[in-house]
């Protein structure tokens, strides 16, 4: 029979009492936001302070919305002031109070919170216990203690959800909880760990904010939720000024925005702006994934993430600031006004002198065209307003300005510079050699609405926008709301897949030059992948020193799993180290070769059936090369197999086809990889890829294939 832990009684007695105090503040949030609705009128002043007040009240409400989330994971036990007496804190997801103003629940955050996550039997941090507890929402299903003192130095002295005895790895805390929550199955959306956050990951997590921190993390490592963790925590510490600043956290496609979206509302940071690349950039379309119609070369794609093409572009924008060919000559009243070609250049040149922004400088180069053409009427004295007034919105004066300065968007300047051989050569000279700048050349669209932009045009277009600027409006200011956002922190995940350009688009954004960022070089498999992280490092904020630090336990992936996939790593990146497994997993990986290629597809389906009945309710991958996605769907819908596609459905679906360009982050039950050859010959790091592919279940793995398999895996 098993043994129950002695205050497991108490202990829910205590959380439900904890919940209780919530339930109260959520009630008197309410009531305060009711009372501040009834009264509407009053001063504008009156009426603003209203709102502030109204939107404190929604965060704070927002803040006490637990949904599913459990309130209370933890307590500490240490030693107090007075000989022999020991204070306790309850550690959980956010700060609780009872009617008095006493702390029920201390924030994870808050500095009293730390040893829950950092003391060790060497460092206890004046603990005399740590208990971890498992739970399900208000309910405790078990308590596990950690005793430190005498008698338990180095490992500690578990007591586990049974209320028995036993240790766990060197430097893993919480063990049997750790483990209850790792071989719990996945439900489509990362959560969060901040029950099981380890030493290393909370060392990450409360790292000073400024400068660049690099966290490397091979699979499995958690490198991605303590990265999210960390800007809860980042937010909590500084809430002033980084609130106002503003977090955003960068991720590598919508699949895995989707897969992560619910990690920071879970830890009461609601207003954190997650997106990918091209939402930065407004106003233009985008390729979808997978569309191969307009879809850039390999070698243009490498070519515009090379650092080079930022030269191209400020070259391409002052090949467009020019002088006239010809005097501009044009009738006005009883003669005329010129523009002559001498004096058309010493405006460029003035202009270019004066303003750092292209599309700024339009106005003084407009005024300065009005001067020169009133100063060259010699009849009788006139001001440029009059010649304004006259001429202003005839065909020759629109051609001298737009030959001169044009007005320009980035997709315009672009789309001109991409459709012409001659703009391409011309912007390139001293930059790419001729071949490389007719790589980049595409047939024009009749207009640059119609231009459907691709994922390594992103970093360009942002680009084109700094050094261009907004338009001005028509009384020659320009709207904040065109200008380029800055933010306080920013969190890049995949961040080694990202070229030189996008690495200079993050860093365009960073108010403070404060950035974390997360990756794994060994599963680098972008145009230009990097070798080592001062690759990365070069095009990114440098005002103070950058760390990196690496995570070396592997918590998701079985050891079976992780044996197999580092043979694939060894190939890909032999100079790096892969994680260590801190599990085993019940099943060994399987490989299943089909008869052929035309029977790969009921290969497949016959696994996925083979695998959701020994694992029901588990969420299930097939990660396949994206050419493969659509037959393979008409194979599992033929077997009767329901499924989702990622792109279209995130994991939301018990079964998904996941394309292997989008799999990256992203972890399931069980997987099942098809083809592992074809993997690796569609893509120019195809090893690392297939690495990529092998690592992402955490529990079981087969491999289904027709063609021979890559060397490692035979």
């Not at 240790?167 to 209850?180: F, H």
């Not at 790593?569 to 990986?589: F, I, K």
Request: proline share 5%; charged share 25%.
């Amino acid at each position: 029979m098993t043994q129950q832990h002695p205050d497991l009684a108490d202990e829910q007695a205590y959380i439900d009492h904890a919940y209780e105090c919530l339930r109260v503040s959520r009630e008197a949030a309410w009531r305060l936001r009711d009372l501040n609705e009834a009264d509407l009128g009053g001063t504008f002043q009156a009426r603003f302070e209203r709102n502030a007040f109204d939107e404190a009240l929604l965060k704070r409400l927002a803040d006490l919305d637990l949904g599913g989330s459990s309130l209370v994971f933890g307590r500490i036990d240490r030693s107090a002031e007075t000989p022999g007496a020991v204070e306790s804190f309850h550690i959980g997801r956010l700060a609780v109070a009872d009617e008095d103003r006493e702390p029920v629940v201390v924030d994870w955050r808050a500095p009293v919170a730390e040893p829950f996550y950092r003391a060790t039997g060497r460092n206890a941090m004046g603990l005399v216990r740590r208990r971890h507890f498992a739970v399900e929402g208000p309910r405790l299903l078990g308590v596990e203690d950690e005793l430190f003192g005498e008698g338990h130095l180095g490992l500690g002295h578990d007591e586990g959800l049974d209320g028995t005895t036993g240790s766990g790895p060197d430097g893993l805390r919480g063990y049997s909880t750790l483990l209850a929550a790792l071989e719990r199955g996945r439900t489509g959306t990362l959560g969060d760990i901040v029950a099981t956050i380890q030493g290393e990951q909370d060392e990450i997590i409360r790292s000073p904010q400024h400068g660049v921190l690099v966290v490397q993390g091979g699979p499995g490592t958690g490198k991605t939720v303590v990265a999210l963790h960390r800007a809860a925590y980042l937010l909590y510490t500084h809430r002033f000024p980084l609130e106002d600043q503003g977090v955003l956290v960068i991720g590598p496609n919508r699949v895995f925005l989707r897969y992560i979206e619910r990690v920071l509302p879970s830890l009461g940071e609601a207003g954190v702006e997650q997106v990918v690349l091209s939402d930065l950039v407004p106003g233009v379309q985008f390729l979808r994934p997978g569309d191969p119609t307009g879809a850039d070369t390999p070698t243009a794609a490498r070519l515009k993430g090379d650092v080079r093409m930022s030269d191209v572009i400020d070259q391409a924008i002052n090949d467009r600031e020019r002088p006239l060919r010809d005097d501009l000559v044009i009738p006005f009243r009883t003669g005329y006004v010129r523009l002559r070609v001498e004096e058309s250049a010493r405006i460029v040149r003035t202009a270019r002198r004066r303003f750092r922004r292209h599309n700024s400088g339009r106005k003084f180069v407009e005024n300065e065209l009005w001067s020169a053409l009133a100063a060259s009427f010699h009849d009788v004295e006139i001001g440029p307003r009059s010649v304004k007034d006259t001429l202003r919105g005839t065909d020759e004066i629109r051609e001298a300005l737009d030959r001169m300065w044009p007005l320009l968007t980035p997709a315009q300047l672009l789309h001109d510079l991409f459709g012409s051989k001659a703009l391409l050569t011309l912007a390139a000279r001293d930059v790419l050699d001729e071949s490389e700048a007719l790589a980049l050349f595409r047939a024009r669209s009749e207009t640059v609405d119609e231009v459907r932009w691709t994922a390594a045009d992103v970093a360009l277009l942002d680009d084109a926008r700094d050094v261009l600027g907004p338009k001005p409006g028509r009384n020659g200011k320009i709207d904040d709301a065109d200008e380029i956002r800055t933010y306080g922190h920013i969190v890049i995940d995949e961040v080694q897949d990202l070229t030189p350009m996008q690495l200079k688009m993050a860093t365009r954004r960073s108010l403070n030059g404060a950035m974390t960022i997360v990756g794994d070089l060994a599963q680098a498999t972008g145009a230009l992948a990097p070798t080592d992280w001062e690759d990365v490092l070069d095009h990114l904020p440098d005002r103070k020193p950058s760390r990196v630090i690496g995570l070396s336990v592997g918590y998701r992936i079985p050891g079976q799993i992780m044996e197999l996939a580092n043979r694939v790593m060894a190939v890909a990146t032999p100079s790096l180290r892969s994680p260590v497994s801190v599990r085993v997993g019940d099943a060994q990986p399987v490989i299943v070769r089909a008869e052929s290629s035309a029977a790969l597809g009921q290969s497949v389906a016959a696994e996925v059936r083979s695998l959701t009945a020994a694992l029901p309710g588990a969420s299930l991958g097939v990660i396949a090369p994206d050419s493969m996605i659509d037959d393979l769907s008409e194979h599992l819908t033929a077997a009767g197999v329901n499924h989702g596609t990622a792109t279209r459905t995130g994991l939301d679906e018990g079964v998904t086809l996941v394309p292997v360009s989008v799999v990256k982050g992203l972890e399931l039950d069980a997987v099942v990889v098809v083809e592992p050859a074809r993997i690796v010959d569609d893509h120019e790091h195809g090893m690392r890829s297939l690495y990529v592919a092998l690592t992402r279940p955490t529990q079981r793995l087969s491999i289904v294939h027709a063609a021979d398999l890559p060397e490692p895996l035979r």
